[in-house]
């Protein structure tokens, strides 16, 4: 059973730079697609971004287009979402899963195994 664990949130200023990482399990093959998606606080959850296992295929939400990268390295079964240039509409608990099925990326409903989340807080 695929599973994935999402790590490196924290507190940052305007403008500043975090990475989160999303470690996968249950495979014995990079043939998994990572997804991420965010809940802000009073709001529904949003897709953000994912990439398939090969990492050739990305997609990110309008919403973070530009200023987040996705990538992979699969000798370490890990998933990075680079964010720079964080503004405060961008905190949120961001979450990632591990799935196979191209169709749901972006769909926060998708995926049906989400990680416990890390807490991302933009403020000045």
């Known amino acids: 059973q695929l599973q994935a664990v999402e790590s490196g949130g924290g507190s940052v200023q305007p403008g500043g730079s975090l990475r989160l990482s999303c470690v996968a399990s249950?495979?014995?093959?990079?043939?998994?697609?990572i997804y991420w998606s965010r809940q802000a606080p009073g709001r529904e959850r949003e897709g953000v971004s994912c990439?398939?296992?090969?990492?050739?295929?990305?997609r990110y939400a309008n919403s973070v287009k530009g200023r987040f990268t996705i990538s992979r390295d699969n000798a370490k079964n890990t998933v990075y979402l680079q964010m720079d240039n964080l503004q405060p509409e961008d905190t949120a608990v961001y979450y990632c899963?591990?799935?196979?099925?191209?169709?749901?990326?972006?769909?926060?409903?998708?995926?049906?195994?989400w990680g416990k989340g890390t807490l991302v807080t933009v403020s000045s």
């Open positions: 249950g495979s014995t093959k990079n043939d998994y697609i």
């Open positions: 899963a591990a799935g196979r099925s191209w169709g749901v990326c972006l769909k926060p409903d998708g995926p049906n195994n």
């Open positions: 990439i398939s296992g090969s990492g050739r295929d990305i």
